[in-house]
């Protein structure tokens, strides 16, 4: 890891229309704000922080496969939709063998049965489910933790 941490902000399909998408289950803050708060802390915390979206699963894998080899430290992924369903998204992240945190808005365990299996969860470092858009920056911190324990 270089002295100033770099970190990837994955978001996948449908979080493009957070802050109109169902208020009540993801708030009203847009993507365009979390991302900006996200950078703000990361910026405070002596880290960079790129952010990507996309509804397109290739998109993103190729993304990450990307990050590999670009000087990303640590991926936060909101995989949306795709965490349920993509294994192409899996094997991108354990390719890299860089340390990611897996990271929902909602609580998905209080939600759809459907929602409860995830193909990220078991190889992610860390899991934050359910704390609103905060678990983004919560994410980042736990992130730049794990890479600076001495810190």
Avoid at 81 to 105: C, G, K, M, N, Q
């Amino acid at each position: 890891m270089t002295e100033k941490a770099s970190i990837l902000l994955l978001n996948g399909p449908n979080l493009n229309t957070l802050g109109r998408r169902e208020p009540a289950i993801y708030g009203s803050a847009s993507l365009a704000d979390i991302e900006a708060a996200a950078t703000r802390r990361a910026g405070a915390l002596g880290a960079t922080l790129t952010a990507m979206q996309s509804n397109a699963e290739h998109e993103l894998v190729e993304r990450i496969q990307a990050a590999a080899d670009d000087g990303t430290d640590a991926l936060i992924v909101n995989a949306g939709a795709f965490t349920h369903t993509s294994i192409a998204i899996r094997d991108a992240l354990t390719y890299t063998a860089l340390p990611f945190w897996d990271v929902h808005i909602s609580n998905v365990f209080a939600r759809e049965s459907f929602r409860e299996f995830s193909y990220l969860s078991d190889i992610a470092v860390g899991v934050i489910v359910g704390c609103g858009p905060v678990g983004y920056e919560l994410a980042l911190e736990a992130a730049i933790a794990h890479l600076r324990p001495h810190a």
